[in-house]
């Protein structure tokens, strides 16, 4: 029996807040691949690499100097579940972005603990993505990703790699942990793009 189980597509529900398949919870489950890590804030670091070498990287209080965002999303997990209205506070990928040059149109979320996942830098630009490390007002616990994940909320929640490290730029769209596993390359919750 493979890990991934497909048939997820279902009627579209009558609040229009949800995307067609999945059902609104007030819990915030937690999913996993694996166990998660603990990482010290001293330890902590969030890098960008790019083409001929250029290496971008931020330390915890280097991060948290950087402009602060409040964020009111929906999350939808492929499993189908979606938390609507959930409130973060991170950092806009944009504004640590605001040194890199790149020509190159995707990217891998490397996380602490070794999970990756790819999304296109369109994805994560302009407004709509994050790394947060805030959840209902309060600090990210750790079972959610803490001290930092990634908040990619318009893509399915396996995208919003939790204790993310950094962002690797590449010139190809390559799967990640769970697209290597039969989940979409894409993952965007309004066309259930769940498997490939």
């Known amino acids: 029996m493979g890990i991934i189980s497909s048939g997820f597509r279902g ?3 009558e609040n229009a807040a949800l995307p067609p398949g999945q059902h609104e919870t007030q819990d915030f489950p937690v999913l996993t691949a694996g166990p998660a890590p603990l990482i010290p804030a001293d330890e902590w670091e969030f890098f960008i690499t790019a083409e ?10 280097e991060f948290m100097a950087l402009p602060q965002e409040e964020i009111t999303q929906d999350i939808h997990c492929v499993t189908s579940w979606s938390k609507l209205g959930t409130t973060w506070r991170g ?9 890199v040059e790149t020509t190159r149109d995707f990217a891998t979320a490397h996380s602490f603990g070794g999970y990756t996942t790819n999304v296109p ?5 302009g ?28 893509l ?7 204790w993310v490290h950094g962002l690797e730029l590449t010139d190809e769209d390559i799967p990640g942990f769970w697209e290597s596993n039969g989940y979409h390359l894409h993952g965007n919750p309004w066309r259930e793009e769940r498997y490939s």
């Open 156 to 162: 399915y929640f396996w995208k919003s790699a939790k």
């Open 52 to 61: 001929d070498g250029q290496r971008l990287s931020w330390s915890w209080d």
């Open 91 to 99: 950092v806009s990928v944009d504004t640590l972005f605001e040194n």
């Open 121 to 125: 830098l369109w994805d994560l630009l």
């Open 11 to 13: 009627r579209r529900s």
């Open 127 to 154: 407004g709509k993505a994050w790394v947060a490390w805030e959840f209902d007002h309060e600090p990210l616990e750790r079972a959610h990703g803490g001290p930092a994940r990634l908040l990619v909320p318009h």
